[in-house]
């Protein structure tokens, strides 16, 4: 079973501290939601455990063994990541936005995995189009896409939400469901929007100043309680 663990992690921007003492854990075959208020600091966990940003205490696993160094080294260990606001390649054609996701796949594997198209058909026939004409919901599932491309064990996603119309985070949720169901990666996401975690989530944190200050099932999000960390 894979497991990412962040131990008691740090992070700076210079002196500001931005993480203090974080430690979770996402599983192989769940969902695990980080939730918070604006600028709390989930987004820099994400970053962290990517690889874009270094941090300065603590530890980042995969299976118990390190994960360090550069994205693209942590990408080769299974890591995939859908940052905050898709960054897909506007000049570039759907196809090859996709094939992007080649580079670190043996030859013999460069293709995209048909549950791409399967679980977003609307990719299939926007594949000569460029990535810059595509709706912001189509652009996301473009980049869940082109994620999926690397066959992830761990899939990070940044508010995938953001920005999107209903019909299409519904079309996102279920391709989350089908990925840790059918496919038993790992996803971790982070979200404003709770109702989309409250539904998908088997593992919730959420976080506040830099730190987690609860950690639980998707129901304890009804609790009044804990609810209080997310109101402004
Ligand atoms: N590049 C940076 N340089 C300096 N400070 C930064 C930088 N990026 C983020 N911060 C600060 O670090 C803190 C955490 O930011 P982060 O983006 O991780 O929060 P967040 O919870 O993801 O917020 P949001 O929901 O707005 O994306 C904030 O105080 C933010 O201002």
């Given at each position: 079973?894979?497991?990412?663990?962040?131990?008691?992690v740090d992070l700076f921007y210079g002196a500001a501290q931005a993480l203090r003492g974080v430690?979770?854990?996402?599983?192989?075959?769940?969902?695990?939601?980080?939730?918070g208020?604006?600028g709390v600091g989930k987004s820099s966990l994400l970053r962290a455990?990517?690889?874009?940003l270094p941090i300065r205490k603590?530890?980042?696993?995969?299976?118990?063994?390190?994960?360090?160094?550069?994205?693209?080294?942590?990408?080769?260990?299974?890591?995939?990541?859908?940052?905050?606001?898709?960054?897909?390649?506007?000049?570039?054609?759907?196809?090859?936005?996709?094939?992007?996701?080649?580079?670190?796949?043996?030859?013999?594997?460069?293709?995209?995995?048909?549950?791409?198209?399967?679980?977003?058909?609307?990719?299939?026939?926007?594949?000569?189009?460029?990535?810059?004409?595509?709706?912001?919901?189509?652009?996301?599932?473009?980049?869940?896409?082109?994620?999926?491309?690397?066959?992830?064990?761990?899939?990070?996603?940044?508010?995938?939400?953001?920005?999107?119309?209903?019909?299409?985070?519904?079309?996102?949720?279920?391709?989350?469901?089908?990925?840790?169901?059918?496919?038993?990666?790992?996803?971790?996401?982070?979200?404003?929007?709770?109702?989309?975690?409250?539904?998908?989530?088997?593992?919730?944190?959420?976080m506040d100043r830099g730190e987690?200050?609860?950690?639980?099932?998707?129901?304890?999000?009804?609790?009044?309680?804990?609810?209080?960390?997310?109101?402004?």
């Amino acid at each position: 079973m894979t497991a990412l663990t962040v131990s008691d992690v740090d992070l700076f921007y210079g002196a500001a501290q931005a993480l203090r003492g974080v430690s979770a854990r996402a599983e192989s075959g769940k969902i695990t939601c980080i939730l918070g208020r604006n600028g709390v600091g989930k987004s820099s966990l994400l970053r962290a455990v990517t690889g874009h940003l270094p941090i300065r205490k603590g530890e980042i696993a995969l299976d118990g063994e390190a994960l360090a160094g550069a994205p693209h080294a942590r990408a080769g260990r299974g890591l995939a990541y859908v940052p905050q606001g898709r960054e897909i390649f506007p000049l570039l054609t759907v196809k090859e936005n996709l094939e992007t996701g080649y580079a670190r796949l043996p030859r013999k594997e460069r293709t995209v995995p048909e549950d791409v198209f399967e679980l977003f058909p609307v990719l299939k026939s926007m594949l000569s189009r460029r990535g810059g004409d595509l709706s912001g919901g189509q652009q996301q599932q473009l980049a869940i896409g082109r994620a999926l491309v690397t066959r992830p064990r761990v899939l990070v996603l940044d508010e995938p939400t953001e920005g999107i119309q209903p019909s299409i985070i519904k079309d996102i949720g279920r391709a989350l469901q089908y990925l840790r169901d059918e496919k038993g990666i790992s996803i971790l996401l982070v979200e404003q929007y709770l109702d989309f975690c409250r539904e998908l989530a088997d593992r919730v944190y959420i976080m506040d100043r830099g730190e987690i200050v609860h950690e639980g099932s998707a129901e304890s999000l009804d609790d009044p309680a804990v609810r209080k960390h997310l109101t402004v």
